[in-house]
């Protein structure tokens, strides 16, 4: 499937592209592999300014590869999920390096006039990363997403296990499935697949 969902847009939103680009797909066999990605992505100019929507199921690893993420972007002391506070803002670097980075966990949204309440639409037209865990229960409000990036946990019968004592078997591998919604996003997934 090859579909970008698009959002209606608010104020500064990118433009959506009229043809999708290819999705990326990669199998992660263990965290590391995660940290690697986020490593590589976190290492393009373009992340900076981006909008990342994040799918998947409970558990799938959308946390986990945050907080990779943010790690790999220098944000340094403990990284909280945003499950009961919606946006966990972060900063790093001073002056014209700053970054702005704001994590939102949308599970619990449940009204679109929270939206505007808690400010929301000025943090998606400033400057900053954006990256947003269930932005479904927000998609009549978001923005066109850059990067859509979802994980699925690969059933036993899709990675193969040769550890016999499963209380030492590894986690399960996660599937990733990149699609880029914008300009800026088919920059990012193209330099990602170089």
């Given at each position: 499937m090859t579909a970008v969902?698009?959002?209606p847009g608010i104020v500064g939103s990118p433009i959506p592209m009229p043809h999708p680009t290819p999705a990326l797909l990669q199998t992660w066999t263990c965290e590391d592999d995660t940290a690697a990605f986020a490593q590589?992505?976190?290492a393009l100019p373009g992340v900076r300014h981006a909008f990342i929507e994040l799918h998947g199921d409970l558990g799938?690893?959308?946390t986990t590869f945050v907080r990779h993420l943010?790690?790999?972007l220098g944000v340094s002391g403990r990284i909280k999920s945003p499950t009961y506070a919606v946006v966990e803002p972060h900063e790093v670097g001073q002056d014209a390096q700053r970054l702005r980075i704001w994590h939102f966990d949308f599970y619990r949204f449940n009204d679109p006039r929270e939206w505007e309440d808690a400010g929301f639409r000025d943090l998606f037209?400033?400057?900053g990363l954006k990256l947003a865990e269930w932005p479904e229960k927000a998609a009549s409000v978001l923005p066109p997403a850059d990067l859509v990036l979802n994980l699925r946990v690969l059933a036993d019968t899709e990675a193969a296990s040769t550890t016999e004592?499963?209380?030492e078997a590894p986690p399960a591998p996660r599937e990733l499935r990149l699609q880029a919604g914008t300009a800026l996003g088919r920059e990012l997934l193209e330099?990602?697949?170089a």
């Amino acid at each position: 499937m090859t579909a970008v969902v698009v959002h209606p847009g608010i104020v500064g939103s990118p433009i959506p592209m009229p043809h999708p680009t290819p999705a990326l797909l990669q199998t992660w066999t263990c965290e590391d592999d995660t940290a690697a990605f986020a490593q590589r992505l976190a290492a393009l100019p373009g992340v900076r300014h981006a909008f990342i929507e994040l799918h998947g199921d409970l558990g799938a690893g959308k946390t986990t590869f945050v907080r990779h993420l943010l790690r790999a972007l220098g944000v340094s002391g403990r990284i909280k999920s945003p499950t009961y506070a919606v946006v966990e803002p972060h900063e790093v670097g001073q002056d014209a390096q700053r970054l702005r980075i704001w994590h939102f966990d949308f599970y619990r949204f449940n009204d679109p006039r929270e939206w505007e309440d808690a400010g929301f639409r000025d943090l998606f037209a400033s400057p900053g990363l954006k990256l947003a865990e269930w932005p479904e229960k927000a998609a009549s409000v978001l923005p066109p997403a850059d990067l859509v990036l979802n994980l699925r946990v690969l059933a036993d019968t899709e990675a193969a296990s040769t550890t016999e004592d499963l209380d030492e078997a590894p986690p399960a591998p996660r599937e990733l499935r990149l699609q880029a919604g914008t300009a800026l996003g088919r920059e990012l997934l193209e330099a990602l697949r170089a």
